[in-house]
Nanobody, 123 residues
Framework: QLQLAESGGGLVQPGGSLRLSCSASGFTLAYYAIGWFRQAPGKEREGVSCLGALVGSKTYADSVKGRFTISRDSAKNTVYLQMNSLKPEDTAVYYC????????????????WGQGTQVTVSS
């Protein structure tokens, strides 16, 4: 069973940056589509970004386009979400999810989820 672990969350001022990481042990993440999601208190979970398996597609929610970048470091078996120009409305718990052999984003469903990492944007 693939187990994902997110890290990199924290408290940042508006306009600041954070880089979230999604990693796994025992599985090669390059063969998985990886999605980043977030859920703010009292709101539904929303998709933020997705990266297809191998050289698959990348997608971004309109609310983060131009500010967030998803990437994969195969040597470190990690997928990153670089978040720049952060806004208070980006405050949420961020989760990564994985789907094996999904080359297009988003896949119809997700196989595994991480436990989440808190991102708080506040002055």
């Amino acid at each position: 069973q693939l187990q994902l672990a997110e890290s990199g969350g924290g408290l940042v001022q508006p306009g600041g940056s954070l880089r979230l990481s999604c990693s796994a042990s025992g599985f090669t993440l390059a063969y998985y589509a990886i999605g980043w999601f977030r859920q703010a208190p009292g709101k539904e979970r929303e998709g933020v970004s997705c990266l297809g398996a191998l050289v698959g597609s990348k997608t971004y929610a309109d609310s983060v386009k131009g500010r967030f970048t998803i990437s994969r470091d195969s040597a470190k078996n990690t997928v990153y979400l670089q978040m720049n120009s952060l806004k208070p409305e980006d405050t949420a718990v961020y989760y990564c999810a994985a789907r094996v052999s999904a080359y297009q984003c988003p896949p119809p469903s997700w196989d595994s989820w991480g436990q989440g990492t808190q991102v708080t944007v506040s002055s």
